[in-house]
């Protein structure tokens, strides 16, 4: 299955990897390792995230919380693609607002 990141899911995670370099001394790389790791179990096993319900989308998407920098991995299946759509703080309590792949 090939990995594909949308642009907002790219920036997102940018914002995130940049503040988490700047804030987290003690560990500055672990959100890129993380998200690295978990995007590599999930293409590998795209059912491994809960179902995320959001009443718009006509693609079934999923998330999957990266539990040690606390953001959750949103991703879709379409075709032959694992489409990651967003990459979102899980502490905010609330989804993002996401369109289909």
Known sequence: MKLRVTPRALAEAKRINTWWRRHREAAPDLFERELEAVLARAVLAPALGVVYEQDDLDVTVRR???????HHVYYAVH???????????????????????
């Open 79 to 101: 075709g032959d693609e694992f489409v990651v759509l967003s990459v979102w703080g899980a502490p905010k309590g609330r989804g993002p607002k996401l369109k289909a792949p």
């Open 64 to 70: 999957v919380l990266m539990p040690r920098t606390h």
